[in-house]
T-cell receptor
Framework: LAKTTQPISMDSYEGQEVNITCSHNNIATNDYITWYQQFPSQGPRFIIQGYKTKVTNEVASLFIPADRKSSTLSLPRVSLSDTAVYYCLVGEGYGNKLVFGAGTILRVKS | DAGVIQSPRHEVTEMGQEVTLRCKPISGHNSLFWYRQTMMRGLELLIYFNNNVPIDDSGMPEDRFSAKMPNASFSTLKIQPSEPRDSAVYFC???????????FGQGTRLTVV
């Protein structure tokens, strides 16, 4: 499994756009990139998944450069309720083990 | 669907006792995962099943831990005997093998005293 590296923590203010970058230099051809969000006392929740270029849903955007060795989760106009831990996962995704790293603690301030 | 259901939500037990955690995955999901989360070690994958068959149990810490999935709608994680260092939140998650996301339960907070 490809190892992922994310910043330990980030601070932001309400209304700002937040970009969290994940490095995965050893990503394999069949690997997808998936992001999860976890609030205190809850299980992680799927945010977005992508393979290359850009993916957007109602919650976030995921930017993946051509070499796929990194990815950036973009959260538009964050609010206090976006304070959580964000995990980047890399793997085949379908039916395979989901291994979580340390994640990035995002703190949104008013 | 009610989502992934775990029981109990909280468990306090004495060292040396047997503990059984239960999980009901989402109907139609054919992959099931057990995780343990602590402040020190983060979210650790213990074991996962595909179609009720254990695929990878390399994360199970030691022989005191065992997991079963007798059918598609039920799984257990057993710790025998329990030790204080097993205190953690244990999550169960399920997904479709062909799907893109895993759904997590609310977790079981285990305290071994």
């Amino acid at each position: 499994l490809a190892k992922t590296t994310q910043p330990i923590s980030m601070d932001s203010y309400e209304g700002q756009e937040v970009n969290i970058t994940c490095s995965h230099n050893n990503i394999a051809t069949n690997d997808y990139i998936t992001w999860y969000q976890q609030f205190p006392s809850q299980g992680p929740r799927f945010i977005i998944q992508g393979y290359k270029t850009k993916v957007t849903n109602e919650v976030a955007s995921l930017f993946i450069p051509a070499d796929r060795k990194s990815s950036t989760l973009s959260l538009p106009r964050v609010s206090l309720s976006d304070t959580a831990v964000y995990y980047c996962l890399v793997g085949e995704g379908y039916g395979n083990k989901l291994v979580f790293g340390a994640g990035t603690i995002l703190r949104v301030k008013s | 669907d009610a989502g992934v259901i775990q029981s109990p939500r909280h468990e306090v037990t004495e060292m040396g006792q047997e503990v059984t955690l239960r999980c009901k995955p989402i109907s139609g999901h054919n992959s099931l995962f057990w995780y343990r989360q602590t402040m020190m070690r983060g979210l650790e994958l213990l074991i996962y099943f595909n179609n009720n068959v254990p695929i990878d149990d390399s994360g199970m810490p030691e022989d005191r831990f065992s997991a079963k999935m007798p059918n598609a709608s039920f799984s257990t994680l057993k710790i025998q005997p329990s030790e204080p260092r097993d205190s953690a939140v244990y999550f169960c998650a399920s997904s479709m093998i062909e799907g893109t996301e895993a759904f997590f339960g609310q977790g079981t907070r285990l305290t071994v005293v």
